[in-house]
Nanobody
Framework: QVQLVESGGGVVQAGGSLRLSCAAS????????MGWFRQGPGKEREIVAA????????YYADAVKGRFTISRDNAKNTVDLQINSLKPEDTAIYYC?????????????????????WGQGTQVTVSS
């Protein structure tokens, strides 16, 4: 079992930056690939970034490449999302999620159904 708690959301002007953080409980954090998802008003939940168990592999959605950076610290059980050059269309609730990854499984999964554990979300609002 993994419990996830996000923090760091807020209201920011377009062009600004935020750093979202997700704290995980449990001793097996390093067994999980981790992802950040978002759900904007009237939209479906979508992945924005994912990071492998070791942190060596990452994935970014096309809409955020070059602006978002995902990182994790397995010693601290945290996964962060640095968001730069924010745009109004980035306004959404941002969720941290965990995907249990057996040792033999290679590659990052990006579907919401692959992630077993979710945080409660943190709101990011970008004003123009």
């Amino acid at each position: 079992q993994v419990q996830l708690v996000e923090s760091g959301g807020g209201v920011v002007q377009a062009g600004g930056s935020l750093r979202l953080s997700c704290a995980a409980s449990g001793r097996t954090f390093s067994s999980y690939n981790m992802g950040w998802f978002r759900q904007g008003p009237g939209k479906e939940r979508e992945i924005v970034a994912a990071v492998s168990r070791t942190g060596r592999s990452t994935y970014y959605a096309d809409a955020v490449k070059g602006r978002f950076t995902i990182s994790r610290d397995n010693a601290k059980n945290t996964v962060d999302l640095q968001i730069n050059s924010l745009k109004p269309e980035d306004t959404a609730i941002y969720y941290c999620a965990a995907d249990y990854t057996p040792p033999g499984l290679i590659g990052l999964r990006v579907g919401t159904s692959n992630y077993e554990y979710w945080g409660q979300g943190t709101q990011v609002t970008v004003s123009s």
